[in-house]
């Protein structure tokens, strides 16, 4: 019968075997505990990413696998600690701190370690009292699953009274709306729903006069244009063969808009964003009803499935389609805007749902057209149109259901000509020339009577 050598020389058998196997297995095991395979329960983030602004900071963290959190908020001071399951503390997650700038209006500093076991806390240390929003995406796009933390104030700044200290509002003169040459100061916005009724009661008497006063056609106050940068943030939309963001290309263009019309005395301009940050669809038309707007021009520079579509086009609101299929597949792509970007959809938001309600306002939809064809007929001087004639399509930017929108598509990103135009600065200026001059025309017509007493009182 055979034995082993340990057993020959008097040894028990395996008793030296054991140890060398023993050593060997614990290699094994040493190994298998940091290799790939040992590590595959554990997720790693493939991006972290930051956008500022003053509404408030996004963060977003990209895993390949859906990422478990908890949340909590600590005071004094402020904090917002956030648990990750499962999450493995990479380089990527490493450097999110160094992506939190001194000029974030709300993150002091975030730190991130392992809290125990398969956990990884982060830590922002706040600048104030903040309202979070911690939700996750499933993958959509070019995204992976996010874990987005959007950071609120929990007093949000008044939009109007925002505006004002930044200078985008210039008061004129000293004189107050009780003489009948005066203009109306612009007031600020109370969301409270009794604040405007208590208002027009208190003020008519006072107002009234120079309500009389007002020739025909005139407006006693100034003009309020919303301007809408498409896209932003974790949203690009469009992407140009040479690399340009459509969403860098609307800012710009509606930066210099903004300019043109704050120049005039009579009206003002406001802007849905301005800065590189998301702002779902709905938020956009919320902006444009809080602050009383007159008019909502969106702005884009969109794509399309032929590198060879170009010019310009207007689009207005329709409720029973579109004019065409270019108009249904581009109203497609942009209501999707919600899903790249990346909207907390436990959030009841009233003024969304309001939007999508029956929208078939005929003065609005009406006096819309209107602007549309104004606007496209200055925009035939500066660039060739895609069709002659306003298109309609359902897109939900353009759902304010009491205040004359649209949507004007600059020029096709996805052309090379017209993607190297658009990035030239002396080319954006003629085109929000082209904007303002069909805007005039259109007021020049379509004065916001009504809508300026109503929005005094």
């Known amino acids: ?17 054991s140890r060398r196997h023993f050593l060997g297995f614990s290699g094994a095991s040493v190994l298998l505990s940091v290799s790939p395979a040992g590590r595959a329960a554990a997720s790693s983030l493939l991006a972290v990413r930051v956008w500022p602004a003053l509404e408030y900071t996004r963060i977003t963290l990209e895993s390949r696998d859906e990422l478990k959190f908890s949340h909590f908020l600590v005071k004094d001071p402020e904090r917002l600690v956030i648990d990750l399951e499962g999450l493995e503390l990479n380089n990527v997650l490493g450097s999110l701190p160094g ?9 002091k500093v975030l ?22 929003q911690v939700f996750t995406l499933a993958p959509v796009g070019q995204y992976g699953h996010r874990l987005v933390m959007d950071i609120y104030p929990m007093q949000p700044a008044d939009p109007l009274m925002r505006l004002a200290r930044q200078g985008d509002i210039v008061y004129q003169g000293e004189a107050t709306p009780d003489q009948p040459d005066a203009p109306v100061q612009p007031q600020a916005v109370n969301t409270q729903p009794e604040a405007p009724r208590q208002t027009a009661q208190r003020d008519t008497t006072r107002r009234q006069p120079a309500q009389q006063a007002e020739p025909e056609g005139s407006v006693s106050r100034l003009i309020t244009i919303v301007l809408d940068p498409g896209h932003g943030g974790e949203d690009p939309g469009a992407v140009g ?6 969403k860098d290309v609307t800012l710009e263009v509606a930066q ?9 005395p009579a009206m003002r301009a406001v802007l849905t964003r301005d800065a590189d940050f998301f702002v779902p669809l709905g938020n956009r038309v919320d902006k444009a009803r809080r602050v009383h707007a007159d008019l909502f021009v969106s702005i884009h520079a969109d794509a ?36 790249i970007g990346g909207v907390n959809l436990d959030v009841k938001d009233p003024y969304l749902a309001r939007t999508l309600l029956d ?9 819309s057209m209107k602007l549309g064809r104004a606007v496209l007929g200055e925009l035939g001087g500066v660039n060739t149109l895609h069709k002659a004639q306003v298109e309609q399509a359902g897109f939900a930017v353009l759902k304010a259901p009491d205040v004359p929108s649209i949507l004007v598509e600059t020029a096709f990103i996805s052309n090379p000509e017209e993607e190297k135009r658009l990035t030239d600065d002396a080319y954006q200026d003629k085109l929000a020339e082209a904007i303002l001059r069909g805007v005039r025309r259109y007021l020049a017509k379509n004065p916001p009577l009504a809508k300026s007493r109503m929005a005094m009182l």
């Not at 019968?1 to 075997?17: D, E, H």
């Not at 992506?99 to 993150?107: E, F, L, N, Q, V």
């Not at 207005?316 to 999707?336: I, K």
């Open 1 to 17: 019968m055979f034995r082993s050598s340990a057993a020959r020389r008097g040894r028990p058998a395996g008793s030296g075997l």
């Open 99 to 107: 992506k939190i700038s001194d000029a974030d209006p709300y993150i």
């Open 111 to 132: 730190r991130a370690g392992r809290n125990k076991p398969g956990v990884v806390r982060l830590v922002m240390e706040l600048k104030t009292e903040v309202k979070p």
């Open 241 to 246: 063969r040479g690399g340009s963001y459509e």
């Open 256 to 264: 210099r808009l903004r300019a043109k019309i704050d120049a005039d």
């Open 304 to 339: 399309f499935v032929r590198p060879d579509a170009r010019g310009s086009s207007v689009f207005v609101l329709s409720d029973r389609g579109a004019t065409s299929s270019a108009a249904r597949w581009l109203a497609q792509r942009e209501n999707s805007a919600d899903l």
């Open 359 to 367: 929208l078939s306002q005929t003065a609005t939809m009406n006096d």
